[in-house]
């Protein structure tokens, strides 16, 4: 070996931090950290102290010769820390381990335990190992499997059998033993050889420690006191490990973990503190098994030995001195000389702890001859002990992948035997011989240990599963096999813990990572194996290895073997490299179940917190207090038709909720009300547990609010504010993130109860979602019934039938969520969040508005006399105008300009409809004029709707809004001035103030068409443009009449009439579907031109005036084929069978499929006659009647006007509409000039 003694310094501390900080802890070697790599070309070797309770290496005193071994030195039996925990145990050359020695190292270091390390176990049982094919004594060993690690005990069969005789158990073991493998078994005595041995060996080593290096026989009065101080020098500074209570290794762990508990989300705090309070060791009194479950080493060491992972527990004493820092003391017998499995006892000894070299002092019959120094890599060629470190490395890989093949199910006790003698090695499953043998399920006394430290494994892998979810797999499958092994009576609280912590590996607030569950796969990527086949593999081997009628026979050798899960059929098979190269290794402990749907995801959760209150529940004895309730009877879910309630009630469910919302402090002194004490156990985990259930109903209320459930969603926020109200009912001040949580909770019952009231026609469906329940989630709700009577949040979860009522309700919820948002406890943590309830609000109180602002609209419709304002409208615009003024201010307190606009735009809506009310009504129902109450209100509708332009700034911030509060403006103004024009305020104003206002108004309305951008308003804009263009033609037209004297006026009108009327043809040309509006602008501008006419005095002037008149007149061609086309069209819908049945012909009084107002094209038909043929007939006569002569092209006018003047007249009155309509196309087209331009607007 290459370690030479300039390699390591094992009492110079490396590392001052003690890797696992869960045992005892000594000063000095305690905080070691040390390390060595030995090898050669065959084999590697490292060893990393973990822990040490012993004190640096102190010089060993060298004997005399002839010093006598055999009698006691002055020290003798004494406690010394060099030696280990009691001085008179030398495990270092004692084959007796405790039974539950590797679970004491298991739970001090937890975190190596399921990944990192292979093999748990004492260096004896090692070494036993290693030893085999060149040993021909037994080995028994139990052998647990805890994901990755393996933990290796001695199961010492013959005192279990002592035991069993006693105590009964293990009956059917100490059976299958004598059947099987030894049928005359009895106890095997130590001989007196082994005892004398053991006595000088002791004696030897105290003599070693004796005094600084003097070697001298024992004087005949020793000074006692001498020793005495030396002992206590050493107990200040090195006290021996673990002489207090068994418990103390679980309680140094408490503390630790405990302090997570509530940041990680974990119960961690209660989940660890099991061993404190239960006292773990005396869960499982087994006289000194108990003893087992602390770790009674003096050193634990992580060894690595090739390629396997070893945390290993030595008690070998370590000297140094001199030029050799470490050295191990070995007393062999002169006359004996040293066989191989001493040398590959000593050799594993002094690798495992890192001694470079071995000190040998050789006696005769006790009386000390001389020593020999040999170096550790020397010690595998020693005379007599020659071996060969590459076999021992091929036996130590061959029995690791033949145990991690073979021992694949977490939570079962495997049982590793050889008999003495024998080449055989056998493994079998002890928990499945139990199950076979119709015992009771605990008489494994490894049971117990076993599920308490998966639990802990579990739990230690969970604070580092936030980090790596590929843990999760393991954490599932651990949980489950501890559950399994528990007794639900006898363990509640782990059990408890357990499934609290199953619940905890569902994450409810994210999706599954999208990796296919590869990172989720326990074991990691090294011992990972391929998943196909394993079923059948499994099903094989419980077909193959198990007795199918369950029976124990004796039948022969092939038979003896059927019981055992793998053979090793000869021993000599160890040493051949890779014998047992396992193909898949070890097994991962299954894979974490992904599902991409939420709600199973939170039934698996609620499933799981179920069976925890039941666990917790089940040690609650004040039952009698409670009303008896049955599991299986349904808890009716309140259904109310809360628009009967008085106000009052509703306000006092109302004070309920926000008061529940508040922050709590809940008297911690008395029991609650199921007799739970507060502080214990169980009520820290039904806290836990209830609010892990409110945040699984939490999430299932929101995922059916996504699909538009909304009866089920609110069924599941009732769940989770009746959990949040147990949890309250128990609670003290609740932690921040629960009141951040609660605060959300409230926020999605109020947009449930508001999307419920804007979905009022589906109420059947949603009250039949409401009022379904499952059996987990009744007896969930029985569980809570328990603690609370879960009725603070009623007012806020019953199905109401009055949109109204739920729109209240909606309102009140996030009020109360805004108060814990902004409340003391919150006011830092809940930034984000206070945007969020406040854009609720402001949603909120808009709909209120809305609501109030449309009952207000339907009164107004419903009356049938315009009569003066009522109250109940007027109770209806305070109510929509006071929620909208708080709206607004609910945006603006988080900058959000373009809701802010919105809300001034719907007040702007309501203003509009407060001057719709106040319009004046006149006996025969028929409006009065235009009033001042309804300018007021138009005016302040302008206002809001200016504000709501100022509060987006621009187009680009909100192209949506814009436009819409664009088009409302101009909307606006335009209903402004044309109430203005047509119910003209005379008797207030004149006649000129009016026109000034209806310009004004009417120009302001034109300056909002937005005729440029392309959008689905564009038409409208176009439309309303023209219409603008026409009243303001019209009224021009108006004034030009009416207008006497003053003649610079008069030629003012008449051009802006002109003006007017061309820009209005204009557009309604651009336009397809206004037809009748197109002809009435046209025979409006042909009657302006008439009018003008009648005005001149020269022919030559009327000439050109009625000439521009009937050119006016022949636009109208394109009006009368827009109506034609239409008309057209509706007969040919009517023609159809089915449409034909079903309509009646047309008459010409009725409307139209089309939206063509027939009566309307009558109407204007009836003006366009006359007005043509008046046209026609005042130019005959003029053209007839002139002085000069007419030119070749006038004559042919004249003609054309005679052909079409006679045809008009001759014309039948009452022919079908379309053909007067084709003839007057016609008429006109032969009036037009051929320029080739004319189908352009066809």
Request: glycine letters at 4%; aromatic letters at 8%; one cysteine or more.
């Amino acid at each position: 070996m290459s370690a030479s003694s300039g390699d390591r310094e094992p009492g110079i501390p490396q590392d001052n931090a003690k890797e696992d900080g869960s045992g005892s802890t000594c000063a000095g070697e305690s905080s070691k950290h040390d390390s060595v790599c030995t090898g050669t070309s065959e084999i590697k070797s490292r060893a990393v102290v973990k822990y040490s309770a012993a004190p640096p290496p102190a010089s060993y005193a060298l004997l005399q010769e002839k010093t006598d071994l055999k009698l006691p030195p002055a020290n003798w039996l004494r406690e010394n820390p060099q030696l280990g925990s009691a001085g008179t145990t030398i495990l270092g050359s004692s084959s007796k381990s405790k039974p539950f020695s590797s679970f004491g190292m298991a739970y001090e270091f937890i975190d190596c335990i399921g990944d990192d390390v292979d093999v748990v176990s004492d260096s004896e049982n090692i070494k036993k190992l290693l030893k085999i094919p060149y040993s021909k004594s037994h080995v028994s060993m139990a052998v647990h499997r805890v994901g990755r690690t393996l933990l290796l005990d001695e199961l010492d069969i013959q005192e279990l059998f002592m035991r069993s005789s006693q105590t009964g158990d293990w009956t059917w073991l100490k059976e299958f033993y004598q059947r099987l493998i030894d049928q005359k078994w009895q106890r095997k005595k130590k001989s007196k050889e082994h005892w004398y041995q053991k006595a000088i060996l002791s004696k030897f080593l105290y003599y070693s420690i004796n005094g600084d290096g003097a070697a001298e026989p024992v004087p005949d009065n020793p000074d006692v006191a001498e020793e005495e101080n030396e002992a206590e020098e050493y107990s200040s500074s090195w006290p021996t490990a673990f002489t207090s209570a068994a418990s103390d290794t679980e309680e140094s762990d408490a503390p630790k973990q405990e302090s997570v508990s509530m940041d990680s989300n974990f119960g961690l705090g209660q989940v660890t503190s099991v061993p404190k309070e239960q006292n773990l060791p005396m869960l499982f009194d087994e006289g000194e098994n108990s003893q087992g479950l602390r770790n009674d080493f003096v050193r634990n060491i992580m060894w690595t030995f090739e390629d396997i992972h070893m945390l290993v527990g030595s008690n070998m004493p370590i000297f140094g001195g001199g030029r050799y820092p470490a050295v191990s003391l070995r007393l062999r017998d002169n006359n004996k000389p040293i066989n191989i499995l001493t040398g590959i006892d000593y050799w594993l000894d002094n690798l495992m702890c890192n001694v470079p070299e071995l000190v040998m002092c050789f006696h005769v019959n006790g009386i000390v001859q001389k020593y020999e120094m040999i170096k550790t890599e020397d010690i595998p060629h020693l005379e007599n002990s020659n071996f060969s470190t590459r076999v021992v490395k091929d036996i130590a890989q061959n029995i690791l992948s033949f145990l991690k093949s073979n021992c694949t199910k977490e939570g079962h006790t495997y049982w590793l035997f050889k008999a003495s003698g024998s080449d055989i090695v056998k493994l079998y499953d002890l928990t499945t011989l139990c199950e076979e043998a119709e015992e009771e399920k605990c008489q494994n006394p490894f049971t117990l240990p076993v599920a308490v430290l998966l639990y802990r494994v579990a739990s230690n892998l969970m604070l580092k599963a936030r980090q790596n979810r590929k843990h999760y797999g393991t954490i599932r499958t651990l949980l489950l096999n501890c559950v399994k092994l528990m007794d639900e009576e006898r363990h509640p609280q782990i059990i408890a813990s357990a499934h609290y912590m199953l619940s905890e590996l569902f994450q409810l607030d994210e999706a599954p990572e999208e990796d296919g569950g590869e990172s989720l796969r326990a074991g990691g990527s090294e011992d990972s194996y391929s998943d196909e086949d394993r079923e059948e593999e499994e099903e094989e081997e419980l077909t193959e290895d198990s007795d199918e009628n369950g029976s124990y026979s004796s039948g022969s050798s092939p038979q003896d073997d059927s019981k055992a899960v793998a053979v090793i059929r000869s021993v000599g098979e160890l040493s051949v490299p890779e014998k047992y190269k396992s193909t898949h290794q070890i097994r991962p402990s299954g894979v974490f179940p992904v599902s991409q749907d939420k709600e199973e995801r939170c039934r698996h959760v609620l499933s799981y917190v179920l069976k925890g209150l039941k666990a917790v529940d089940g040690t609650i004895k004040k039952e009698s207090d409670l009303p008896a309730a049955d599991p299986n009877t349904p808890i009716p879910l309140k259904y109310e038709d809360r628009s009967a309630i008085g106000a009052c009630a509703a306000e006092q469910g109302i004070s309920l909720l926000l008061e529940r919302a508040r922050t709590l402090q809940v008297d911690q002194k008395h029991p609650t009300r199921s007799g739970m004490i507060p502080c214990s156990w169980q009520h820290r985990m039904k806290l836990q547990l209830f609010l892990k259930a409110s945040k699984a109903y939490y999430v299932l209320s929101d995922a059916a609010t996504n699909l538009l459930k909304y009866g089920r969603a609110l069924r599941y926020i009732k769940l989770s504010l009746q959990c949040y109200d147990a949890y309250c009912s128990v609670s003290g001040t609740p932690h921040p993130q629960v009141l951040q949580f609660h605060s959300q909770c409230l926020s999605l019952c109020g947009d449930i109860q508001l999307m419920l009231a804007q979905n009022a026609n589906n109420r059947a469906a949603y009250l039949e979602e409401y009022s379904y329940q499952t059996k987990e989630d009744q007896e969930i709700l029985h569980s809570l019934h328990r603690e609370s009577s879960c009725q603070a949040f009623n007012m806020a979860t019953d199905l109401a039938t009055d949109p109204e009522y739920q729109l209240f309700v909606s309102s009140k919820c996030y009020e109360a969520s805004y108060e814990l948002v902004i409340s003391e406890a919150l006011k830092d943590h809940a930034t984000d969040q206070l945007a969020q309830v406040l854009k609720r609000l402001g949603n909120i109180r808009n709909e209120m508005g809305v609501y109030y602002m449309n009952q207000a609209a339907a009164m107004q419709t419903e009356k049938e006399v315009k009569k003066s304002v009522s109250i109940a409208e007027q109770e209806m615009w305070k109510k929509s105008f006071a929620f909208f003024e708080k709206g607004m201010k609910d945006f603006k307190a988080i900058g959000d300009s373009t809701n802010t606009a919105l809300l001034l735009c719907n007040t702007g809506r309501l203003m509009r409809i407060c001057a719709q009310a106040h319009c004046a009504g006149v006996a025969d129902q028929s409006r009065g004029e235009f009033s001042p109450e309804e300018a007021l209100y138009y005016n302040k509708a302008i206002d809001y709707y200016s504000r709501a332009m100022k509060s987006l700034a621009s187009r680009e911030n909100h192209p949506a809004v814009w436009d819409s509060v664009n088009w409302e403006l101009s909307t606006t103004y335009f209903t402004l001035a044309t109430l203005l024009q047509d119910y003209a305020p005379l008797s207030r104003k004149a006649q000129e103030q009016i026109e000034r206002e209806v310009t004004e108004a009417m120009m302001k309305s034109l300056k909002y068409c937005d005729l440029q951008t392309e959008s689905a308003r564009q038409p409208l804009y176009q439309f309303r443009a023209a219409t603008i263009h026409h009243r303001l033609a019209s009224m021009y037209h108006s004034c030009f009449r009416n207008q006497v004297g003053d003649e610079h006026l008069r030629k003012q009108h008449r051009s802006l009439a002109e003006l007017h009327y061309s820009k209005a043809v204009c557009l309604f040309l651009s336009l397809k579907d206004a037809p009748c509006e197109l002809l009435r602008t046209l025979l409006e501008r042909v009657a302006f031109a008439e009018f003008t006419m009648a005005g001149q005095s020269s022919n030559a002037a009327k000439l050109k005036s009625l000439t521009g008149a009937l050119e006016i007149m022949t636009e109208t061609r394109h009006a009368f084929r827009l109506i034609h086309k239409e008309l057209l069209e509706e007969q040919i819908e009517l023609s159809e069978p089915d449409a034909a049945e079903s309509a009646e012909s047309p008459d010409l009084v009725g409307g139209s499929s089309s939206g063509l107002n027939l009566q309307e094209v009558m109407k204007l038909i009836g003006v366009f006659e006359p007005s043509f043929s008046f046209l026609l007939l005042q130019l005959i006569k003029l053209m007839t009647t002139m002085k000069r002569k007419p030119s070749s092209k006038d004559e042919e006018l004249l003609k054309t006007y005679k052909n079409v003047y006679s045809k008009l007249l001759r014309a039948e009155k009452n022919a079908p509409l379309p053909c007067r309509i084709e003839l007057h196309i016609e008429l006109l087209q032969q009036l037009t000039p051929q320029t080739g331009s004319d189908d352009m607007h066809s």
